[in-house]
Every structure is written in structure tokens, then in C-alpha cells.
């Protein structure tokens, strides 16, 4: 039977105090972790990614993080349900990412900032991930297991509108721009994203996604003043 995965709930709203050792741990990457499921999550995706899910066997993945069969499916029922499992860790990451940065101290602005330092601390700290999951959201979906990607875009973008509805509400963006700013917001994820996968472009600095965001919020701002 063909299993299916859709994102997991996200967590409950909590103060910004509440999680940040398991946020600390995220953003580290699956590469600081020693355990076994960590390993074996790491090294799939690396395969994954590099080979194709399809060419990718059982025993290359077990070799490479060092484990035997039956620990591997100790934690994982089949390659699939690993490969949808990877996806569930760096899609909640993101989510995780996204509540700490609701929930964060300061105005509107700042919270932004925080949600943009933590997604460029998540996604240096997990090239490997993401590399994993721009080839599962660009490759051809009949290559590996069915992700519900839609309700993943629904739910990652309704937490980026929570999270811009704080300028509003401060009257530092208008309503009405609230997708536009959303689209630019991402388009700047996706360019980070780029760049950190490509070795042969400089990383971001987290300097640098800051000027970004200060020159998108600014924009915003002044289309306030100027109405």
C-alpha cells in the first residue's frame, strides 16, 4: 500500500522561552546529532538526493550511516515511510522556525528579523536537507513516495501571513499587500536556498538577509505613509 504523508501538526503556540533547546538542536543540523535515526536520515538523504530515491538501496544507506538493517528498520518501516519521514523533519523544522519567530520578543519588525536569522541559521546548518527536499518538491513527483506538497504550501503560508498580520497590525503594511510582501518574502528564501546549494556562489550572510529584509520592510512601510 502507498503510504502518504501529510505535514504534522504544528506545535502549540508557546512564549519565546518554551522549545529553544530543541530549536537549538534544529538548527544545528542532523549532521551534529549521534544517533542512530539522525545518522540514518542524513546519509538517506544524501543518497536520495545524489542517486535518486529509486536507485538508492537499503543496504548503500545502512553502510553509510554505519548501522545494520534491523536497526534501520527499528526506526523506519520501509524506505518509504524514511524518505517521507525526512520530509516531515525539515517541513516541521520550517513550521517550528516560523512559531518561534510569531512568538518571538518585539514588535513586528522584529519578530520578522528573528524568524529570518533562525530560517538562515536552519537552512546553512541543513545544506544536505535541502538539497534533499528541493529535489522532492522540483523532481518528478512519480520518482518517490506521494507528499501532500499543496497542504504543505497551504500551511507554511498561512503561517508567513500570521506572521506579516503583526505589521499590519502596528500600520506598517497595508492589507492589502500582505500577499505581495508574503511573495517576496519567500522569493528571498528560495535565493538563500540557492545559494547555500551551489558551491560555487558565497554563501549569505546573515548581514546580508537582514539588509534584505530591512529594504522589503522599509518599502512596505513607506507605501503606508504614502496613501
Known amino acids: 500500500m502507498e503510504e502518504r504523508h501529510h505535514l504534522p501538526a504544528p506545535a502549540p503556540e508557546c512564549c519565546p522561552a ?20 539522525s ?47 525526512i520530509m516531515d523533519f525539515a517541513l516541521a523544522s520550517y513550521l517550528q522556525t516560523l ?4 512568538a518571538a520578543p518585539g514588535d513586528a519588525r522584529a519578530r520578522v528579523q528573528a524568524f ?11 545544506v544536505d536537507i535541502l538539497r534533499f527536499v528541493h529535489a522532492a518538491f522540483y523532481g518528478p513527483e512519480e520518482s ?4 501532500d506538497l499543496q497542504a504543505t504550501h497551504e500551511q507554511l503560508h498561512a503561517k ?26 519567500h522569493g528571498l528564501i528560495e ?9 560555487y556562489i558565497p554563501s549569505p550572510t546573515l548581514e546580508h538577509v537582514l539588509h534584505c529584509v530591512d529594504i522589503l520592510l522599509d518599502g512596505a512601510a513607506s507605501r503606508v505613509k504614502s496613501r
Open 144 to 147: 518517490t513516495p506521494r507528499y
Open 191 to 199: 535565493a538563500i536556498q540557492c545559494q547555500l546549494m551551489k558551491l
Open 116 to 126: 529570518m536569522c533562525s530560517i538562515h541559521d536552519l537552512l546553512a546548518n541543513n
Open 18 to 37: 518554551a522549545g529553544c533547546q530543541d530549536l537549538g538542536r534544529m538548527l544545528g543540523g542532523l549532521a551534529q546529532e549521534t544517533g542512530n535515526r
Open 39 to 85: 545518522r540514518i536520515m542524513l546519509e538517506a538523504a544524501r543518497l536520495f538526493t545524489r542517486k535518486g530515491f529509486a536507485a538508492t538501496s537499503v543496504r548503500e544507506i545502512v553502510t553509510a550511516a554505519g548501522v545494520t538493517k534491523p536497526t534501520l528498520y527499528y526506526y523506519f518501516k520501509s524506505k518509504d515511510h524514511l524518505f517521507l519521514s
Open 160 to 185: 508567513l501571513g500570521q506572521l506579516l498580520d503583526g505589521l499590519v497590525a502596528e500600520g506598517a503594511l497595508d492589507p492589502a499587500d500582505v500577499p505581495a510582501l508574503a511573495t517576496l518574502v
Open 99 to 102: 512559531d518561534m519567530g510569531i
